[in-house]
Nanobody, 122 residues
Framework: QLQLVESGGGLVQPGGSLRLSCAAS??????IAWFRQAPGKEREGVSC????????VYADSVKGRFTISRDNAKKTVYLQMNSLKPDDTAVYYC?????????????????WGQGTQVTVSS
């Protein structure tokens, strides 16, 4: 069964950290990316792997603060989020695309998790 399940969201103060997890069943970890969608805004790409997972891509808004990684044995992709800001508040999704080209356009992804809420507030 092809499935993505996110976990790890929650409420955190500005400047804090969270680590999101995406457990993948039957999908290639290298083709998994993180997206987020804030209320009233379009879904945006946050990070993905490229070059068979040997390097990574980040949106400018999170570069230097977020890190994508994976554990092949656990079939899990992570998003470590540091120095969180109120603007990072959103529902975070992991998604899988059917090809290796590292794009962060939501339309390129055909499997999605249910999402996990991240709220950054004091």
């Amino acid at each position: 069964q092809l499935q993505l399940v996110e976990s790890g969201g929650g409420l955190v103060q500005p400047g804090g950290s969270l680590r999101l997890s995406c457990a993948a069943s039957g999908l290639t970890l290298d083709h998994i990316a993180w997206f987020r969608q804030a209320p009233g805004k379009e879904r945006e790409g946050v990070s993905c792997f490229r070059n068979s997972g040997s390097s990574t891509v980040y949106a400018d808004s999170v570069k230097g603060r977020f890190t994508i990684s994976r554990d092949n044995a656990k079939k899990t992709v992570y998003l470590q989020m540091n120095s969180l800001k109120p603007d990072d508040t959103a529902v975070y999704y992991c998604a899988a695309r059917p090809f290796p080209l590292p794009v962060l356009s939501p339309s390129a992804y055909n499997y999605w998790g249910q999402g996990t809420q991240v709220t950054v507030s004091s």
